[in-house]
Structures are given as C-alpha cells and as structure tokens.
C-alpha cells in the first residue's frame, strides 16, 4: 500500500523544506495543506483516518510544520485528540525545524562530552530550538543554564523543562553583555548558542579564554555567527582547545533524523514523534 504523508502547516504556503525532505524520505503521496488552524485539524484527521481499514493505517502519517512553533504544539495536541480507538495515524511535529535541530545539536555535543554532570550554558535559551536543546541536555543530566536578555523569559522555560524532565538541574540567566557573560561562560563544558539569525550572542575572545569550555555549537546559519570564530561549517572543528560545531555542521545530522523520522512514521499507526522520541530517533543513527 502506498505511503501517504499528510502535511498540515500553520503557514499560509506549506513549507517547500518540509515537502522536499518529505519526498525524500520516500513517500508516495504528500497532501499538504497550509494555513492550519486548530478548528481545521477534526475534519482533516477525520479524512485521514476514516479512509483506510485499521491494519493499514500505519500507511498514513502526519506531518506538523511551519514557522510558529506554539501554533504546531497546540495542532499536535488537536491532532492527538482527534484519534480514537485503533483509528489514529502517527505524527510528527517538527514545527521551524526546532526537534530535529535541537536534537542534533544535543548529540552532536554528545559525541564529544559526556553530558551527565557537564555544565552547559544555552544562549539564546528561550527561542523554539534554544528551549528543546535545554530540556534534552536536562533530560541527558547536564546542568543546564539557560540565557536570555531578560530572565524572567529564562525562568519560564527553566520551569517548563522541569516540568518536562522531572528532577532537572537547571538554571536560569541574563547576563548584561561583558563581564556577567564572561563569568557565564567560564563555568560551561558546552554552550549551545541558539539565538536568532544574525545575531551575535558571544564574542570570541571570549570564549577562547576559558579552559573548562570542550564543546561549542553555533545554530545561526546568517552572518554573523552567533558565536565569533566558529564557522557555519564547522563540524567538529578544533578552535582554541574546542570542538566547534556551526549550524551547516550541525545540519548534515538534522536533515538525517528529520529524514529517518518521517519514513519511521510509517512502521506503526500509534507513534507520536515529539522532542524527546526526535531525539531518541537521533540516538539510533550516530
Ligand atoms: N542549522 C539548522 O538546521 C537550523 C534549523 C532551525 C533553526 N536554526 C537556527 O537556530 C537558531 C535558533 O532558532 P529559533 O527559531 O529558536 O530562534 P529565534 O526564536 O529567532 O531566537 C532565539 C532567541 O534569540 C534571542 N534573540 C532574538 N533577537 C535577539 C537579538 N537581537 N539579540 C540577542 N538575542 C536575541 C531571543 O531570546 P531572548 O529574547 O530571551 O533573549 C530568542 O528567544 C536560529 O539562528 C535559527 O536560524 C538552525
């Protein structure tokens, strides 16, 4: 039976990254529809589910996207609730990219260091990815500092990982350009700049100090990097007694688990691929 992929984006166009990926990872058919909103997703599960007999609907998956990360989170859990009984598909929720990439940063870091006990520091903490790369490194035990302009962004994402990872060891930050960031960093194993495109988060003179830093991985693609020094190819690059990741290094092994995780949607019909199971998924490929 032929494998039919089911896109939903909350974007008005659905994602031309996500439907290339999607062929692909070989499926047959990719219905995409754009502009999704949470009253759509009954009447489009129902389509999806009501069409072919229970032991085939492991045949046909959906696919969550588009920009706005909290809209995809809210249509994962519409989606979720449309199902009943054996009549539901898998699903994967990879709004922005932000499961894959922080998923792939995460094991990146992983290759290098190991993570229980290690001191991370995540600029740029409260963004879609910065936040998903906070709560793997919890889940992983890292110690977890996250960095933000303004700390009460930092301590809501400090209470929604722990909420996530129950017994998480984390720590929430705003530290002023300077000598605040310096200490920051001085104190990390690994930093994780996750901040915005273009925006540059930490200086590299300021890195290159530091003695206990082993791991530093940059996700900005747009110059400037966020991190000064590193390159967007960097994979694996030794800099300054480091190991550097930029965000095309850290690419290669996102577009491998987003890949891996769409044609895995397809082995069973129950199947709900989130942070965690994106990253367990990431897990089996390295
Ligand atoms: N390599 C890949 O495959 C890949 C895939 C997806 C995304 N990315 C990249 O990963 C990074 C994170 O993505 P995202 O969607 O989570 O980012 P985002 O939401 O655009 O920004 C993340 C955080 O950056 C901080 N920020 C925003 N503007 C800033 C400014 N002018 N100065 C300092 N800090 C600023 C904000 O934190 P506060 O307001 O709390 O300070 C924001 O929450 C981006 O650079 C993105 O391009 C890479």
Known sequence: MQRILVQFDTDA???????????????????SYGGVRTADAVPLVHGAIFTRGPQDLKHTAIFIGGSNVAAGEELLNCVRSAFFGPLRVSVMMDSNGSNTTAAAAVLCARKHLPLAGASALVLGGTGPVGRRVAQLLAAEKAEVCVASRALEKADEVCRAVVEAVPGARLRSL???PGAALAEAVAGANLVVAAGAAGV????????????RLRVAIDLNAVPPAGIGGIS??????????????????????KMKIH??????????NDQVFDTAAIYRIGESLI
């Open 13 to 31: 166009h659905p994602s031309s990254f996500d439907r290339v990926v999607a062929v692909d990872a070989g499926v047959d058919h990719l219905f």
């Open 174 to 176: 705003a530290p002023k």
């Open 200 to 211: 540059e988060l930490l200086p590299a003179e300021m890195w290159r100090a530091c003695d």
């Open 232 to 253: 967007a190819t960097d994979k694996a690059a030794a800099r300054d007694g480091a190991v550097c990741y930029g965000a095309i290094g850290v690419g290669g092994l």
């Open 259 to 268: 890949k891996a995780a769409l044609s895995r949607l397809f082995e069973s």
